[in-house]
């Protein structure tokens, strides 16, 4: 008998050393397992746009033709260095961006644009709504409790992650939504007869009256939250893996998966990004009679890295596989958004289209390439520039002349007062005269300032000039807008929060606060944009140093609590990659509460 208990004793524990040494190596599976189990997802079938005509709302042709299509174009975790627009570009240079940068090119680049916030979920709703994210609650980024254990309990080298377990459970995953009170562009654009449709990652609500149907889109073809690009199986797709455990459970996780207006999963085809811009496309010729808004919100360059094989191929002379992986990445974007227009140009509506393209917030330090942000210092998660300066252009063919640059702050929080600005009939209005009240919208009409900074560069290129109608050029912009009563600048103040870290940004000074660790941060980001010199260490400034910090208090007091506490703070290096161990007493970071 005691032989037998033995036996089974020792069968016991090799059964249980198999089962934990088998959960120990495929545990980041389970929950991707577990959500197919619960969240069926159908073959692919073909996607239906409802073709519409303008004839119901609109008793003139001229009063439709007086309305502009808007397409807004929002990457995700799209590095300033991605793009080659500014003279840089992914490989040092080798990787250019042609569509996007065209959009640039015909129309506006603004220079200093900023995001509303530092990770997805709340710098998207500053884009609809117009707001700033922590004047309506929306301070942190819904969070699986699997991936916020994740975040909370990673360890970086000496700095290791902080997770509440209670303030996880605080509030259900399912009911951490952008606040049903808010007007978002679509709903606002709905009084002027405007169709609205959306492609790609939502990530503002999952329940039925959250999702892009609850939030007022005519139609959507949405992500949830996230979704890989091809099933990391599928020969067509190259996977960068990595070593650190958060990008494998992006890529083991991540659904193939969209749904169409809210109903069931189904696989794309194809690769999600070449999709996307496809359906997209299709969703432009069948809109193309109605004035209409589309937000194509693509989930590039955004984890799992996974890149076309085709794409990878070409990028045959870059050795290092993940950056040739998340190179390939860029290049399906840019030829995404290259889609997307040359489908205004053969619906013939180019020209009364407006575009704008830009990114959620500055790339990540997850994706292990060191320069996605250069010439700035920080990533995504961070308030330096890294993490919060973006690529922003615009172009109207129609209304906004080629090569313009607006060097003043703006922000995406200025996305939804300008569109409004072009479907209320008068642009160059320094308001966008809505029809309802808009008192609490923090953003401002970027057309005034678009139109100056054109006049400027015109009436400077007149000077110089010896056959120049000046007068003329000069009569011709002050009937147009009224600069005299223009402000000088959009924004005296912009302000980031998350948890105890904050930023107040009074041009030209930019002032950081931190409370773990305790540390003050200010620069001049006009003569050092890439933050190396922190001024709040030299005393001739420490007039200024306070002068900012209550500033920041002050504008801190004007914003509302979170409307579900943060569960975790993750440690991120302002000067390292997210798995780089190698770290010394000297090394910046922050930690980011979410």
């Known amino acids: 008998m005691k032989f037998v208990i033995r036996r089974l004793s020792a069968v016991t524990a090799v059964g249980i050393a198999l089962i934990w040494g088998l959960f120990h190596k495929y545990w980041l599976y389970i929950p991707g397992i577990l959500w197919h189990i619960s969240n069926p997802v159908a073959k692919n079938h073909e996607v239906v746009w409802t073709t519409t005509s303008s004839d119901n709302f609109f008793p003139t042709l001229d009063a439709r033709a007086a309305l502009p299509n808007v397409v807004l174009i929002v990457a995700d975790d799209l590095g300033f260095n991605d793009i080659s627009f500014f003279g840089g570009g992914l490989n040092g240079g080798n990787i250019s961006t042609p569509n996007i940068d065209a959009i640039g090119r015909n129309g506006v680049a603004f220079e200093s644009a900023y995001a509303a916030h530092a990770t997805c979920s709340p710098a998207r709703a500053a884009i609809l709504t117009g707001k700033q994210p922590t004047k309506m609650g929306y301070e942190f980024t819904p969070t699986h409790p699997m991936l916020a254990t994740l975040f909370g309990k990673s360890q970086r080298g000496r700095l290791k992650g902080k997770y509440n377990s209670s303030a996880a459970r605080a509030v259900d995953y399912s009911a ?69 455990v958060i990008e494998k459970f992006f890529l083991y996780n991540s659904p193939y998966a969209v749904n169409k207006d809210g109903i069931d999963l189904f696989e794309p085809n194809g690769y999600m990004t070449d999709y996307l811009a496809t359906e997209a496309s299709r969703a432009i010729t069948a809109n193309k009679n109605n004035p209409f808004f589309l937000y194509a919100a693509f989930t590039a360059p955004h984890s799992p890295l996974q890149a076309l094989r085709s794409d990878y191929d070409d990028l045959w002379f870059i050795t290092d596989h993940s950056a040739r992986v998340y190179a390939a990445m860029v290049v399906a974007l840019d030829r995404a958004v290259g889609t997307i227009t040359q489908s205004l140009k053969d619906n013939n509506i180019y020209d009364d289209t407006i575009v704008i393209f830009t990114s959620d917030h500055g790339g990540s330090n997850m994706v292990m390439q060191p320069d996605v942000n250069r010439p700035f210092r920080g990533w995504k998660c961070t308030f330096f520039n890294g993490g ?191 798995d780089d161990t190698e770290q010394n007493e000297n090394d910046e970071y922050v930690y980011w509460a979410n």
């Open 176 to 244: 951490m939504n952008l606040p049903l009170s808010e007007t978002l562009i679509q709903n606002a654009l709905k009084e002027y007869g405007y169709r609205s449709l959306m492609l790609g990652k939502w990530h503002l609500g999952d329940n039925p009256s959250t999702t892009p149907q609850g939030r007022g889109f005519d139609e959507s073809l949405a992500i949830r939250k996230i979704a890989s690009y091809l099933p990391s199986s599928d020969p067509r797709v190259v996977n960068y893996e990595g070593e650190d």
């Open 388 to 578: 919060i300066r973006v690529p922003m252009f615009m172009q109207w063919p129609r209304r906004i002349p080629p090569g313009t640059f607006v060097d003043n702050v703006v922000s995406h929080m200025d996305i939804f007062p300008t569109v409004l600005s072009a479907a209320a009939g008068d642009p160059m209005l320094p308001r966008h005269n809505r029809k309802k009240d808009d008192s609490d919208i923090d953003g401002v009409n970027l057309f005034p300032y678009v139109l100056q900074s054109y006049a400027k560069a015109q009436l400077h290129s007149c000077a110089n000039t010896a056959h120049c109608d000046f007068k003329s050029i000069q009569s011709d912009f002050a009937a147009q807008s009224n600069f005299s009563n223009l402000p000088e600048s959009p924004h005296d103040i912009l302000f980031w929060r998350s948890g105890s870290y904050k930023a107040l940004l009074k041009a030209p000074l930019k002032l950081m606060l931190s409370y773990v660790p305790k540390k003050l941060w200010l620069y001049n980001i006009h003569d050092d944009p890439g933050e190396s010199q922190n001024l709040a260490d030299d005393s001739r400034y420490e007039d200024t140093l306070d002068e900012m910090v209550a500033a920041l208090e002050a504008e801190n007091e004007k914003q509302i609590e979170s409307l579900w506490p943060s569960s975790f703070s993750t440690p991120f290096l302002i000067d390292k990659l997210y």
